[in-house]
């Protein structure tokens, strides 16, 4: 035993023996590997009883593993096969190649991001995307942040701090991830003054609570769920005009904020921006990571006025928007300014994919695997917008002999693919997969060692 523990090569040895190592990872992580390695190979000896030490290359070996695994990131790419385009564990919506490229850019370099290039002066990062916001919707102003909880946030602080906000009660949300409308009101400082019921609110609802003196009147878009049956809700215009003869501007938390009409698509349709805009609303809050298909920011458009008192407070500085998040939004942005919005932009041309069209893709699926069956199901929009929506897809339907070991198996593949399963079939939707060929090669693998 204690002859084995002796024939352990040193440190010094290995290091002499390691500069693949020390290039790749550098000495200090280096020499942690050893340094673990050695001790797994001493302990292995002491208690286990293992009576020869490890070879020189086994050590290095096993030293090359261990700095594998803390190098890895854990943050990696993966193929969405669940027919849910915008899926929020999944990171909300893939980039087009022009947000890409301009967020690249703008990590690359240096760039006049806060710089005036006719005066040589300080400028301002938002003028970037205020003006295609402008450009595009009409607005006075606009302003960019870092999500729309943040927008929602900086808003009701800086236009509502100790003064009432009026709210139908069937708006006061939970978003997921535990946003809640009530509590966002709450830690802006604002008062909130709930009115109607949960399925009905009537405009004298909103008169009678505008009687008062008001900071605001807020309406939250109902993202993921639904009312139906014994419902009421005036029009948005009307609310908007009852608020503005009491001299109160009203909010919008649009949430996803298409820019787009999905019923074009076969979907219900989604209130848009461009809608809320022309029903007079003030200030128009929505996501850049949904429906817009952007990167994630919050987008805030109205009136100059408010946007101003808005860029002014604190927090417009604490949830401010960084250079490639501005830079991604502006160039996601253009395509709807181009209208080339469902040729560039991955989400939304998703969403205008006809069955079809997704349809051909799994059938050249079930050839390239000679396996499975082509099967219709339905794609959703997912990301907490359109709820219980969803549109006809076709799916390729594989028949496998443990389909929950099998999904397992293609979410430990290189890359990752996520799909899910149906009446004991594994079902992959093409809607949603951006790269075919890497589909096929993972599915072809796994399928071989899974009989
Ligand atoms: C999604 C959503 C939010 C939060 O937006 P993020 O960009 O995810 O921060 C706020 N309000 C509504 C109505 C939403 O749907």
Redesign the pocket.
């Given at each position: 035993m204690m002859t084995s523990l002796r024939d352990l090569p040193s440190i010094e040895k290995l290091l002499q023996h390691a500069d693949d190592l020390l290039e790749r990872f550098g000495r200090p992580l280096t020499l942690d590997a050893l340094r673990l390695t050695l001790d797994e190979a001493r302990a292995r000896i002491k208690h286990d009883g293992e009576s020869a030490s490890p070879s020189f290359d086994s050590i290095l070996a096993s030293a090359e593993s261990h700095l594998a695994a803390w190098t890895r990131s854990s943050l990696v790419q993966v193929i969405n096969a669940t027919g849910v385009i915008l899926h929020t564990n999944l990171g909300r919506a893939p980039l087009s190649e022009s947000t890409i490229r301009a967020m690249t850019a703008a990590a690359r370099d240096y760039s006049n991001l806060e710089f005036d290039l006719e005066t040589g002066k300080r400028g301002s990062r938002l003028i970037h995307a205020e003006s295609v916001l402008q450009k595009l919707l009409g607005v006075e102003s606009a302003l960019v942040v870092n999500?729309?909880?943040?927008a929602?946030l900086l808003v009701l602080s800086a236009l509502a701090n100790k003064k009432r906000v009026v709210i139908p009660r069937s708006q006061l949300?939970e978003?997921g991830g535990g946003?809640r409308v009530p509590d966002v009101m709450k830690q802006s400082g604002a008062k909130l003054v709930e009115i109607g019921t949960t399925n009905k609110v009537r405009i004298s609802d909103f008169k009678e609570a505008l009687a008062e003196p008001t900071a605001l009147v807020m309406r939250?878009?109902r993202?993921?769920f639904k009312i139906v049956g014994f419902t009421e809700e005036p029009e948005l215009a009307k609310i908007v005009e009852a608020a503005h003869k009491a001299g109160v501007p009203v909010v919008d938390?649009?949430?996803?904020g298409a820019l787009v009409d999905t019923a074009k698509y076969g979907l219900a349709h989604e209130p848009t921006v461009q809608e809320s805009i022309a029903a007079g609303v003030d200030i128009v809050c929505f996501?850049?990571?949904?429906l817009l298909g952007g990167p994630?920011a919050?987008i805030i458009v109205g009136k100059k006025e408010l946007i101003d008192r808005i860029k002014k407070h604190p927090l417009a500085r604490a949830v401010r928007a960084d250079k490639t998040s501005l830079a991604g939004v502006t160039a996601t942005l253009m395509h709807y300014l181009k209208d080339e919005a469902e040729r560039e932009i991955p989400v939304v041309r998703m969403m205008s994919l006809t069955a079809r069209q997704v349809k051909v893709r799994a059938e050249a699926w079930r050839e390239g695997l000679s396996q499975g069956e082509v099967a219709e199901s339905e794609s959703t929009v997912g990301g907490?917008?359109l709820p219980e929506e969803s549109m006809p897809t076709f799916v390729l339907s594989l028949r496998v002999k443990s389909p929950d070991k099998f999904l397992a198996k293609l979410r430990e593949a290189n890359p990752p693919v996520i799909a899910r399963t149906e009446n004991d079939c594994v079902l992959l939707d093409p809607r949603t997969v951006l790269d075919d060929d890497a589909l096929l090669r993972v599915l072809k693998e796994a399928l071989r060692d899974h009989r």
């Open positions: 999500n729309n909880a943040s929602v949300v978003i946003f939250a878009h993202s993921n938390d649009l949430g996803s996501s850049g990571d949904k994630q919050g907490g917008s």
